[in-house]
């Protein structure tokens, strides 16, 4: 009877020993799970988009704490938009970013060597993923059955999303979700925390220590916020007004967008038509400039592209005349606001709808044709408040370079 209660007291101990051994690593070892998102066809890091701002944030924490890091692991994907060899290097050169930052960030608490990580090109297991948990659209299940379909090329799979309802379907799908499929997750930060070996009394002097030998205190070598804020890209926007070309009225502009969508641009006019045998003049030429600033969603992952508002001016002459009274003006003027939407169409090419309400003043003289000449009746001036502007754009889009905006706070 005493042998079966010490062999049941030996079998308890042994138990509350493993459990006070996996509670003691438990609490000493750890993981972290940090996630950052990037732009559209970009690999820098950027602080400010999305959540990025959060992630630096509990990155810098985690570095503060005491310890020992054994290991980080990143898992790089793309998302399945876009060509698979561009989504390749996008990821590989993501994966360098992202382990750059972190070594920074760190400040010698952890060196390339204990990096390891993984690379996926382009994420279409994400996409299945998302649209099976949070996509009711009435074709659910013909988008699943296309992205789970085996022995075909991403290509084709794109193309055949591309086919379902237009096209807007795959314009959806990337809309909606691949902004969080294009992510580099920190999956395994594992670390063991250390017991402290010295007296509180010596650590607090140690921390008072750089403040009295006018040492810097360690927070203060945390990269700024703009060391890894993506560089803005100046664009040239070359395009052309299709109604006004259908109008008989030829036009040319360009625009130029300096980051934070924010874009000057400035568009000339130029028809000079007439049939002197039929007294028919269609003669307008004139100039416009304006200041947009781009916003939304696209406006943030490409230059010319989301909704825009802007003011603008104009100034310009005329002389329209169809075989009966004719109208001239040597000066008018207007200007006003403007609201439109710019649409992607292809990697280069936009499609910009856009309406401008304002005022068009200026002097002009009514005649009439009779024998050959232009008679003067009478002058008079235009006040007209209302449509000033009315476009349906392509708009050809050409990067110039980068610049690093200065300043931004820590």
């Known amino acids: 009877m005493a042998r079966k209660v010490i062999i049941w007291m030996i079998a308890i101990m042994l138990i509350l020993t493993a459990s006070c051994i996996h509670m003691h690593a438990a609490e000493t070892n750890g993981t972290e799970k940090i996630r950052f998102h990037f732009r559209f066809d970009k690999t820098a890091v950027d602080t400010s988009y999305m959540s990025n701002a959060d992630s630096w944030l509990k990155l810098t924490k985690f570095f503060e704490r005491p310890g020992k890091i054994e290991s980080i692991e990143i898992n790089v994907v793309s998302s399945p938009e876009g060509a698979r060899q561009r989504n390749a290097y996008l990821a590989s050169e993501r994966a360098k970013a992202i382990a750059e930052f972190i070594i920074t960030t760190g400040e010698g608490k952890i060196d390339s060597t ?104 360690r927070h203060e070598y945390f990269p700024a916020r703009q060391s890894y804020k993506e560089p803005q890209k100046v664009s040239f926007g070359l395009r052309t007004n299709i109604l006004y070309d259908a109008a008989l009225t030829p036009n040319i502009g360009a625009e130029v967008y300096f980051g934070d969508g924010w874009a000057v641009g400035a568009t000339w006019n130029h028809a000079w038509w007439s049939i002197n045998e039929s007294h028919l003049y269609w003669r307008i030429y004139g100039g416009e400039a304006d200041i947009r600033k781009y916003f939304g969603k696209q406006a943030e992952e490409r230059a010319f592209s989301g909704h825009h508002i802007g003011i603008y001016g104009q100034a310009f002459t005329y002389d329209l005349e169809a075989g009966a009274r004719g109208v001239q003006s040597k000066f008018s003027y207007g200007g006003g606001i403007e609201y439109g939407y710019s649409l992607p169409v292809t990697k280069s090419l936009n499609i910009d709808f856009e309406l401008g309400l304002g005022y068009i003043g200026g002097e002009y003289k009514l005649y009439d044709p009779e024998d050959g000449c232009y008679v003067w009746k009478e002058t008079r001036i235009r006040h007209m408040y209302g449509p000033t502007k009315i476009g349906v754009s392509l708009v050809w889009r050409i990067d110039a370079g980068t610049f690093v905006r200065k300043g931004g706070g820590r």
């Open 114 to 217: 204990a990096i390891r990580t993984n690379v996926t090109d382009e994420n279409w297991e994400g996409l299945a993923e998302a649209v099976n948990l949070n996509y009711h659209r009435h074709d659910r299940n013909k988008v699943l059955d296309i992205i789970s379909t085996e022995g075909i090329s991403d290509a084709t799979r794109e193309w055949r999303l591309n086919r379902l309802d237009n096209g807007y379907t795959w314009s959806y799908l990337k809309r909606k979700y691949c902004p969080q499929l294009r992510e580099a997750c920190i999956v395994s930060i594992s670390f063991r925390k250390e017991e402290p070996i010295i007296p509180v009394k010596e650590v607090r002097q140690t921390s008072i220590e750089p403040v009295e030998t006018g040492m810097t205190c």
